[in-house]
Every structure is written in C-alpha cells, then in structure tokens.
C-alpha cells in the first residue's frame, strides 16, 4: 500500500459485519473466563487486555496504523507527545547512563531532558546539528545509550542530517531515536536513513484539528539489542518485575523495546492515550496525506511572498530555495517539508509584536502544525524560560515569528499577513 492509502485503510480491517470505523473500546477492563487465562497475559506468554492503563485494543489498532506508515514493526500511543518523548528515551537510559540530543530539538523536549531527567540522574550532552564529526564523536561516552534529534527541528526549522548521526550511533553500538512530528511519515521516513525509533506530538500534524493532545513512539525493529546486550540489560537480561522475561531473546528485534517500554513503562508511570482519543487522532490520519500537501502548497507561496516583502528582514523555509537546508531538505523530503515558516519583521521585536496584533485570520496561539493557521512569537511565550545564549544556540532568534500555514486558502493567508505589515509600520 501507499500512504495515502495506509492513512485509510491500515491498523484495522473490520471483518464480516464489524464496524467499517475502528471501534471505541472505552472499558477500563476486560473479562476473562478463568484465572490462567489472565495469567497467560500476565505473564506475556498470551497477547490481549487486561487493563486499559497497559494497552487498550482502539489504540492498538491506530498504534498499528502508525507503525505502518513509518515502516515500522511496532507502535504505542502515549497521552502527550512528551510521555511518547520521555518513554523513548527512558526505555534505554537510568541513572548514572548518557544521552547524546540534538540542541536545537523542540523546547519541551529539552527542558525534559536538561532539568527533569537531569534529576533523575541522566546525563546529556547537547551537539548541534551541524557539528562537525570531531564534535559528534567526542559526545560518545562508554556509558552512553542513544542518540535523539528532530527531523525538522520545531521552531528551528532546522533540517537534521538523520543518516549521519545514525551511521554515528550505530558505530558506537547504539540507537537513533528521531522526533519526526514536524516531517510527518508523509513527507520523511527517517528508519529509510537509518533512524532506528521513532516519535510523534500526534498532537500536531497527525490530529490536525485541535482536537487532542496525544504522542507515539514506534520501533523500526532493525536495532540488534543483543548484539549489544551489555549496553541494554533492560532489554538483554532478564525482569524481576516480569517474571524473569528477557525482552530481547523473547520478543526479538522486532517487538522487545515496545514491549518492554508496554510492560514496565506503561504498568509503573500511565500516560495511556485515552481510547476516545485515540479515536480522534485516527479521523486525522485518515486525512494526512491529503492536508500535508495542501499545507506545504501553501507554506512555499507564502514564504515566498514574505521572501519578496520589503516588511520583513528573513525568512526560514527549507522548502524555499536559497534556505541553508534546502539541499538537505530535498535529500530526506523530496515531497515537501511542513507547513511551518519563520521570519523576522524589521524593526524587531517592537514592529513583530505590532504585527501579531494586527493579524485577523491568523490565530496567536502555542499550537503549530494544524488545519488553522496560527502564530507565535515564541521568545516571549514557549521559550521565555531560556536565556539568550540557549535561544540562540537552539536556533530561535529573539525577533523571530513562527508562522504555521493551515489548510485556508492560501491567498486569505498572505492578504492577512499583508494587512497586517502594513498596519504594523503606519
Ligand atoms: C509539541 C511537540 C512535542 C510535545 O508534544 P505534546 O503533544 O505537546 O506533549 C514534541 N516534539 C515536537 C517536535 C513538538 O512540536
């Protein structure tokens, strides 16, 4: 199948009579005839339900949707594209382990990873993206356990050269886990370029409708954990809380991590994405494919309007040509990027905040990557809790204005921006 057709059809296939929509199985529990029955899921020597905080059969089925657009083996939905963050990472990493992470990720993924999993006594180095090979490799230590970047770094815009920092990874004997929440499978499947887990906000472009706060974590079942096994006891040696199950030598490359992550992850912290949201973010992936092209349609013209606008001193695209990822860009997303845009307004942070006032169709508001168009100034809103230094080094300027296009028509858009410059500078 392609994906436009596995945004439909895969993940659930109703058998004869079934609902043609993916059922919402809103039960907390599930019944079972005798005590081994149960025991058998207990002891993961049966697939099934048995409490929804676990697993839950309507999120199974989008989990399997998701997994088959990313090319992947296995999937779980997450409540928050942070739990789905946190998880991946925490699958693999304890304290007293490293992490090595791209410094232009998302802020919240940072925050996550530089004060609270710091407290939970994780360390983490922070490369840049275009670092050069010294540098990446002088991140690796003995105790490191993965890698983690974004493929287009929200609000950077910063494109991620996947295959180099996976061919890094693999070289030190560990894992790439990418963020691909802006990129979306539609448009890059970073497991093609050696990604070995991948995660999502599903919140974004996957809902697409403002509609429910939900993440993703999916495992391309190509990491060899055994070939590594002294890196990975998690995964490689057998859990007194399961029983005495090695997930690796059980499960194999294919299904260990995402059990593991079900088994213990799932069982000890929750963060299940609820069953009706689950429902929800299906009805958006059924549309992905159609809206990711309309959104990138309409992020190229504006960009290049903005790009033409004596209002407006730069504008970041890498769907634009001439962009410093343009080339990159075309590597790993052929079809188009996203349909987020960032720009400076001359005159500065003063003439930008006018400007947002201004703004009639386009909404000021945290969210990006939906079917409304929205904007923000995040140096005075998501970001305000970094200093200059990190806004810099994590590639968001302080008079920069994220512009996320929306699925409207796109000559509303630019007549909105339009108005809005020329209000700003009277
Ligand atoms: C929004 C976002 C997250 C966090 O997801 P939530 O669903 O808001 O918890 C993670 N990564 C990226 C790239 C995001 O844009």
């Known amino acids: ?38 025991g058998k899921l207990f002891d993961l020597e049966a697939e099934g339900y048995f409490y929804t905080r676990l697993q839950n059969p309507t999120n199974d089925y989008v989990a399997a949707k998701i997994a088959a657009l990313e090319g992947g083996t296995a999937a779980m939905l997450t409540s928050s594209g942070q739990a789905a963050t946190f998880y991946s990472v925490f699958n693999l990493a304890g304290a007293g382990d490293h992490v090595i992470a791209s410094s232009t990720i998302y802020g919240g993924s940072f925050n996550l990873f530089n004060v ?29 356990k993965c890698v983690f970047g974004e493929t287009i770094a929200n609000p950077a815009l910063i494109v991620f050269d996947i295959e180099r920092f996976a061919n890094a990874a693999h070289k030190h004997g560990v894992p ?54 002294d890196k990975f006891p998690g995964l ?43 429902y929800l973010l ?17 992020a190229q013209k504006v960009a290049e309007y903005l790009k033409n606008s004596p209002y407006v001193s730069y504008v970041t695209y890498p769907g634009l040509p001439g962009d410093k990822y343009y080339e990159r860009a075309k590597k790993y997303m052929p079809n188009g990027t996203c349909g987020v845009i960032s720009f400076g307004v001359k005159g500065g942070r003063k003439t930008a905040e006018e400007f947002m006032k201004h703004l009639k169709l386009a909404i000021i508001a945290t969210h ?10 995040p140096a ?4 305000r809790q970094m200093t200059d230094e990190e806004l810099i080094a994590g590639g968001v300027l302080p008079d920069m204005i994220r512009f996320s296009c929306g699925i409207e028509n796109a000559e509303d858009i630019i007549a909105d921006i339009e108005q809005a410059l020329v209000a700003a500078n009277k």
């Open 236 to 278: 490689c040696t057998p859990d007194d809380s399961y029983h005495g199950i090695t997930y690796a030598e059980k499960f194999g490359k294919e299904k260990a991590y995402i059990t593991k992550a079900t088994a213990q992850l799932m069982r000890d912290l929750g963060s299940i994405q609820a069953p009706m949201n689950a």
């Open 116 to 144: 609270t999993m710091r407290r939970m006594g994780i360390d983490f180095t922070f490369v840049e993206p275009d670092c050069t090979d010294e540098e990446l490799e002088a991140a690796f230590k003995p105790n490191t």
């Open 282 to 298: 299906n009805l958006g992936l059924e549309s992905l494919a159609v809206r990711m092209q309309r959104h990138c349609e309409n």
């Open 1 to 38: 199948m392609k994906q436009e057709t596995k945004c439909i059809e895969a993940g659930y296939t109703p058998k004869n009579g079934e609902s043609r929509m993916i059922p919402i199985v809103q039960s907390t529990t599930f019944k079972y005839d005798t005590s081994a029955d149960m």
């Open 380 to 383: 005075s809103s998501t970001h």
């Open 368 to 377: 990006v990557a939906d079917a409304h168009t929205c904007v923000l100034h």
């Open 176 to 229: 790439l886990i990418i963020d691909n929440t802006f990129a979306t499978p539609i448009n890059c499947r970073p497991f093609e370029f050696g990604a070995d887990i991948v995660t999502h906000s599903t919140t974004k472009y996957m809902d697409g409708h403002d509609a429910t706060v939900g993440g993703v974590i999916v495992d391309s079942g190509k990491f060899d954990w055994m070939a590594h096994a």
